[in-house]
């Protein structure tokens, strides 16, 4: 690669002396810190830019959205839980154990220390384990959290995350008056999601897709589409050989999108990686078999988006950092989320959490019965994830060009390398965001395709 004939082309023709440059099968990518950009031929010629740029650019660190409190507040109401998933993170708890459900006590002591967060956006988000599981704590605290919302007067939402099997009429009706959303889990159609989610002798696809619907009626019916419920599948080995078929099931759902998610090799997943793991080319090829899948369906008149190639293509074209938590400098532990476990103990975030139910307690911030929110943001667990996830901390990603459009995880680092900066230039993390990058600008560089996604952000 002939550094000096991208950089003086890329400098003639768009105004900009590019930093890092990457190599792809599309193109040379590069780019700056204020996150100007170009994908060029061999030669430095430019082949796809975003059509101008703001006249003042922030440094991409600075526009992060870093620096406002953490919004999302994630409240584990309990750890026990009735489905036996094969990629769940953390040991799984019998729904007939006892001794992990939240305390109402402890749910509104971690709604008060939220509220006192300086973040005027908030969102509560009640999860498990199988979070109505505790469905009295859940629906006290949404009560409580509306009620004490009359004295700050935020700009509040909250979430129910479930797998639906213990959804009933009485639930479903709190939730839609109260203007609860909610998300499950949906890995693809049946035989695939009750491979990968098993519960009981059947399965819970056909319960998740019932209430999928139940919920999306709901909101149809009341005018109000920011409230349909949403879903998300994880990727394993088993999903590997039916893209298609997973694209067309949200499709065929009403979801109006999908996001192609990754299954990281941490925790129990990491365990048996063998048997349900893959490697970052398999992904990379079922990545880009979903996204062909999906731009298939837009041709068609339909709009349907592919998150990952969305939060891309705002961050390349608006200069915009949408706040998805895992793609930020420094990352969004702490800054941008907390977990709240259910004996009080307040994390980093939820994957800190996850590695706390493991013994390891290097996430853990303090208690919502001693420590206050100032406090928080001052210990020497914060400040590490801060340090460790500020790209320019980190060799290999300070000198890449995806750096402006990127993020790193300390806890996925610990989990897989022992190390919270670990070694990015070998990292399953990097390869997997990468293949994305790879996948998403391939598709970019068709003209049809380009409007397509550049419509998902519009």
Known sequence: MDM?????????????????????????????????????????MPLLAAESFPQCLLPYMAASGSFYGPSLHILVVT???????????????????KGTEMTLETAKKSIDLAFNTPNDCITFEFQ?????????????????????????KKDMRMAIVTNLSLMDEEKFKFFVNEGVSVCTSLDGPASLHNLNRRYGNNGGHDKAVYWIKRFAAAASSSGKPDSLPSALMTTTKH??????????EYRDLGLGGIFIRPLSPIGHAGTVWKDIGYDPLEYKLFYARSLKRVLEINRCGERFVE????????????????NYLDLKSPCGAVTGQLAYNWDGNVYSCDEGRMLGAGGDASFMLGSVYATKWRELFVKPSAIM?????????????????????????????????????????GSYWCEIQKAVFYVVLAALRNPADREIIKGWID
């Not at 953390?90 to 729904?95: C, D, F, G, T």
């Not at 998150?307 to 949408?322: V, Y």
């Open 4 to 44: 000096n004939a991208v950089n003086q082309n890329a400098g003639r023709q768009l105004a900009f002396n590019p930093e890092n440059c990457e190599r792809m099968p599309s193109g040379i990518f590069c780019s700056d810190s204020f996150g100007r950009w170009a994908l060029t031929d061999v030669s430095g």
């Open 239 to 248: 999903s590997l050989s039916i893209p298609e078929k997973i694209v067309d």
């Open 385 to 425: 994830c801060a340090s460790a996830s500020c790209l320019e901390s980190q060799p290999a990603c300070a000198r890449c060009a995806f750096k402006p459009f990127c993020g790193v995880c300390p806890v996925h680092n610990k989990a897989a390398q022992g190390c919270i900066y670990g070694n990015m230039k």
């Open 307 to 322: 998150r990952n190639a969305a939060l891309f293509a705002r961050k390349l074209f608006h200069f915009e950092n949408p």
């Open 128 to 152: 498990g384990g199988e979070a109505l599981l505790n469905w009295p704590v859940v629906k006290s605290s949404v009560l409580y959290a509306k009620e004490k919302n009359k004295i700050y």
């Open 79 to 97: 750890l026990a839980c009735n489905h036996a998933c094969i990629y769940c993170r953390v040991a799984p708890v019998s729904e007939k154990e």
